[in-house]
């Protein structure tokens, strides 16, 4: 599952990286968003999008997105 | 007056706020976050510290337990509840108060005295329809240390509209007292209801004259007194 | 499965320690052994270049309730309580990882505290970095103080004060040294030493991996040279929500008594933890290694043994107790596992299942170690560097907020805000409001004040009176706040002492430390030594880190360090006799050199007593130790903190023989920038200096008179944050 911060919400660490980017010679990245990944084998698939809006992500503020493998 | 004080594995804040809510009135005791049942407690405070190490997001995991099952019911009921700091951050995950907390606009955590301004803390009566303006209800500053790395509240604009007609912002920060970058300068925020209030701020480390201030009395203060009316 | 003899050197073992090892043992050892003598055997665990030294250090006392050879030393605070402190390093894990360093280290010192019995209730740290121009000191800063900041607020332990300096010499190794101070029963306070045979020996807390394995031995014995990043070993992570239920987990266990003794796993794990509570009780202990929750499975026993993961705790436990003790375990949700039993066979014997790995005499393995003679030779000159940053002929003015920009100078609360002060509702003095930490005590119905100090550019200069200095320091910082001296922790970091000039330094610097807690009465109750500390250009500046803890009897009457109203006067008290020897103004000329005037003790002593009493009686309304950059600074600060400027004339110091720069920016001991009643400070045997009041900073000083404007050396003092992040002001 990855997790990050819903577009438009102040994402500090994002800006954070953003604004390092340039002296590192890394020119024309932007909208650079920090999120987190959770990693876990489940039996059934079907309940990770509940998982994930009831903790692993805060719709509030976040979007998520699972990944299956 | 018989206040719970809710203890996680990591609170931090659990020993002060059982001696502010003793010196705001009456007596307290710590409630282990097992505890399903708060008994003949009359209110509830969730105190400040790193749930669960904070870990996932600040308040995501404490919401969980069997004790916060039980403040749901007391909630529901009209008991008073007051959340601060990672109280404040259980409650909003729980959806009890409105709004996230997330990390200061500094990236950095700060331990500072701040001034507050009460607008609607829990003892001002709730205005249905927002028919009262915030502003007039403003009550004198109050000087509190704040101390936290998630502490910007975070709302939809159009929530953060509702909050204001309702009377559900409770407490702002002092202008250039905002050191987090809240939205509107908001510090803590109360339910529609008016019995449930989380302010980021720390109410029971104010308490003390030696310790820097006694303004925090008035936020425990402001939780009884929306008992002694309920 | 013995191993050749190669082998040792790379563990950090001379030739002659591992035949010394093989004469002991009556066999050469296996992996297992070595290992853990190796580690058992590493100057951090032995001690071996400095024991013999540290035997001058005095450290009985009327009100010492705990002394050295405790994981805490503690002191008696009335009504049957006590105060828990220490002061330890971990400079070498922050020069690698400066996050998990010091947040390691702050957790390391944390346990240190609550195995004895004692409920933390205060941290200090002491920081040392290169010059903030520099990128990496300016990583490692950020490192260290967000690390710091994360450890202890996380665990709700507030951090009260601290210090902060930044000379070139520390570049390459950086200094982090966390004090932890605790309040504890005196009754119910646990020592380490194990005892009863066939009691049960209990690992709590966090599972074991491989984190920092060498580490105690190759980390804190080897000198690191251009191109060793890498060989740097993994550092540990530290995780406080872990401790924070280990903590309270262990503080219930101890009240409820159900634990014989108690002993955290700090450098060298399991190897000394076990190996030092054998030898303290004079007992022998089997560890199973098999019964050790492992978080990588695959962990062969020498690596369970030396293996430096964070949040561990040992207990030994009557047979008969343990379940109960594993049952507060499993409320704390904190692991445990009965990993062995205390014996009668002096022996430290390691199993897997039924099989022996490992069997050591614990004498052999704890106290076997050869305790080294220094070869001290005294430099003839200044060996450190200099590099001037005022140009020639700079006006006063200029001077002095070049000084108070400096940032060993400037106020550090880009730094303090970061930590959480106010967590326990004791903290009555926070950071930079007073010269010393306040906590009020109800327990006890009075409070302690708690100082740390250590210049090292100063003790470079001369080793033995810089080493007096930073006592004196502590001492005067305590009585600025009106408390006297209970008793003294230390900490001290060092270059190499198998080199003369280092081996010098250290000779120096504890005869002096010895000195100095001799004529002020103050027991040292605990200590650490970090030796080895050298980067490529050399080692660093020799810094003993003092930290002392003292009692008031009541909170309500403590000086802060701020001026409180206009037309209060200001007075100096005390034999202050500043030179720019070792000055931050010398340090910015580039003028550093040998030699410091050797300072007087018992008259310092005796300045302190007054301060301190007029102090308790509500006497002044402000006190503050002259310091780093002089009375200018001192000055320029207690103005600072209260909005208010101050008018003054130096002549009385001129008057004892200083010329105007020695007045305004000379360093030494002994000096107090007191104000209140004229009268009041007169009768206290006050120089008269002149008056708070005003929106500038005056000071009269023949030529080199003084006028700045408040909010100019607000700016410069107040530089840090933009230093700290870009290394500009």
Redesign the interface.
């Known amino acids: 599952m990855l997790i990050r911060p819903k577009e438009g919400i102040l994402d500090p660490q994002g800006k954070a990286v953003e604004r390092a980017l340039p002296a590192l010679g890394f020119e024309g990245i932007e909208h650079v968003h920090v999120g987190r990944m959770v990693e876990l084998e489940a039996e059934d698939p079907e309940r990770l999008a509940e998982l994930c809006e009831k903790l692993l992500a805060n719709p509030l503020i976040e979007d998520y997105e699972i990944q299956t493998f | 007056m018989k206040w719970a004080v809710l203890q996680f ?5 659990e ?2 706020a059982l ?1 502010a809510c003793t010196l705001a009135s009456g007596e307290a005791r710590l409630i282990w976050h097992e505890e399903r049942d708060l008994g003949d407690v009359e209110a509830v405070v969730i105190p ?3 749930s ?4 996932l997001r600040a308040g995501a995991i404490a919401r969980f337990s069997p004790a916060m099952e039980a403040v749901a019911e007391f909630a529901a009921a009209g008991g008073p509840v007051l959340g601060i700091c990672n109280g404040f951050q259980v409650l909003c995950e729980a959806g009890l108060l409105p709004g996230a907390l997330l990390l200061n606009e500094s990236m ?5 005295q701040v001034d507050l301004v009460p607008i609607a803390p829990l003892d001002a009566l709730s205005t249905p329809g927002g028919a009262q303006s915030n502003e007039r209800r403003e009550g004198r500053r109050l000087s509190i ?1 704040a ?1 936290h ?1 998630e502490g910007r509240y975070y709302a939809p604009e159009d929530m953060l509209d509702a909050l204001e007609v309702n009377g559900q912002v409770a407490y702002r920060y002092a202008s250039d007292h905002n050191f987090n970058g809240s939205a509107r300068g908001i510090a803590g925020v109360r339910n529609e209801a008016g019995n449930v209030v989380g302010l980021m701020p ?1 109410p ?2 104010a ?2 004259p ?3 201030s006694t303004d925090g009395l008035r936020v425990f203060e402001a939780v009884a007194a929306a008992r002694a009316r309920a | 499965m013995t191993v050749g003899t190669a082998k040792h050197r790379e563990l950090g073992l001379t030739d002659s320690e591992f035949e010394l090892i093989v004469e002991k043992m009556g066999r050469e050892p296996n992996v297992v052994e070595l290992a853990m003598f190796s580690l058992l055997w590493s100057e951090h665990c032995a001690y071996k270049h400095s024991r013999k030294l540290l035997r001058q250090l005095p450290t009985e006392g009327e009100r010492v309730v705990m002394g050295p050879g405790e994981n805490a030393g503690a002191v008696d605070v009335g009504n049957g309580y006590a105060v828990a402190f220490k002061v330890e390093s971990h400079n070498h894990p922050s020069a690698v990882e400066p996050f998990q360093g010091a947040a390691t280290g702050v957790g390391g010192i944390l346990r240190d505290v609550f195995a004895i019995g004692a409920r933390p209730i205060a941290i200090l740290d002491s920081l040392r970095f290169g010059e903030l121009d520099s990128i990496r000191s300016r990583h490692l800063l950020d490192g260290a103080v ?1 690390g710091i ?2 450890y202890g ?4 332990v507030p951090n009260v004060g601290g210090e902060i300096y930044f000379e070139e010499p520390y570049e390459h190794n950086c200094l982090v040294n966390a004090m932890c101070l605790g309040l504890a029963k005196t009754k119910d306070m646990v020592r380490a030493a194990a005892a009863g045979i066939g009691n049960t020996v209990v690992l709590m807390g966090a599972s074991t991996g491989r984190d920092g394995i060498g580490g105690a031995s190759v980390l804190a014995s080897a000198e690191l040279g251009d191109g060793d990043e890498a060989k740097r070993p993994t550092v540990q992570i530290g ?4 401790e ?2 280990v903590l ?1 987990c262990c503080l219930e266990l101890l009240e409820k008594g159900l634990l014989v003794s108690l002993q955290d796993l700090g450098a060298a794990g399991l190897t000394s933890s076990a190996g030092e509570m054998a030898a303290a009780g004079g007992v022998g202990i089997d560890i199973d290694v098999a019964r050790v929750p492992l978080r990588e499975a695959d962990m062969e026993p020498f690596e369970i043994m030396v293996s430096e993961s964070q949040e561990r705790m040992l207990a030994v436990v009557e047979p008969a107790r343990v379940p109960e003790v594993l049952a507060v375990c499993e409320k ?2 904190t692991g445990s596992a009965e990993i062995g039993v205390v014996t009668d066979s002096g022996q430290v014997r390691i199993l897997r299942g039924g099989e022996v790995v490992g069997q050591m005499p614990v004498e052999a393995l704890v106290d076997g170690c050869p305790l080294y003679d220094l070869e001290p030779a005294e430099p003839a000159g200044w060996i450190y560097g200099n590099r001037a940053t005022l140009a020639a002929g700079t006006s006063a003015e200029n001077e002095l907020l070049a000084l108070l920009a400096a940032p060993s100078v400037a106020s550090k609360r880009w730094a ?13 003095r ?1 950071p930079e409001s007073a010269d010393a930490a306040v906590l ?1 005590l109800p327990e006890s119905g009075n409070a302690i004040a708690v100082s740390i100090d250590g210049n090292g550019r100063r003790v470079a200069c001369d080793p033995y009176a810089g080493t007096i200095e930073a006592v004196l320091e502590c001492a005067q910082n305590l009585a600025c706040v009106g408390a006297e001296p209970l008793g003294l922790t230390n900490c001290l970091n060092f270059g190499n002492p198998e080199k003369p000039a280092t081996a010098w330094q250290l000779d120096q610097s504890v005869s002096a430390l010895a000195e100095a807690c001799r004529a002020l009465g103050v027991p040292v109750v605990g200590g650490n030594v970090s030796l080895y500390n050298e980067g490529p250009e050399g080692p660093i500046y020799p810094t003993p880190v003092v930290g002392m803890v003292g009692e008031l009897p009541d ?2 009457q403590v000086a802060g360090s701020a001026f409180v109203a206009a037309g209060d006067a200001i007075a100096l008290i005390g034999p202050f006799a500043p030179t720019l020897a070792g000055s931050e103004l010398a340090k910015q000329r580039g003028e550093l050199d040998k030699g410091l005037p050797q300072p007087d003790i018992i008259a310092v002593a005796a300045a302190c007593t007054i301060v301190r009493d007029a102090v308790r009686a509500g006497g002044l309304a402000s006190a503050h130790d002259v310091s780093d950059g002089g009375l200018a600074c001192a000055l320029a600060e207690s103005s600072i903190g209260a909005g208010i400027g101050c008018r003054v004339d130096l002549q009385p110091l001129r008057d004892r023989g200083c010329l105007p720069e020695q007045a305004l920016f000379g360093e030494g001991s002994g000096g107090f920038l007191v104000s209140g009643e004229r009268g009041v400070l007169e009768a206290l045997g006050g120089v008269f200096l002149g008056e708070v009041g005003g929106t500038a900073i005056e000071i009269a000083a023949g030529d080199r008179s003084i006028v700045v404007g408040l909010g100019t050396a607000e700016s410069a003092w107040c530089s840090l944050p933009a230093q700290a992040e870009h290394g500009g002001t």
């Open positions: 594995p990591g609170s931090c804040d020993r002060d001696q400040g510290g790193f669960y190490g904070d870990y950095r955590f700060v331990c500072r240390p101390k790395g720390h029971e480390h308490v003390d030696l310790t820097g | 967000r900041g994360h607020n996380s665990i709700g995780d406080p929500f872990e924070s239920k309270e704390w949700q303090f805000e970061q930590y959480d002060s106010v967590v326990g509702s004791r903290t009555v926070r009020q909170p309500a």
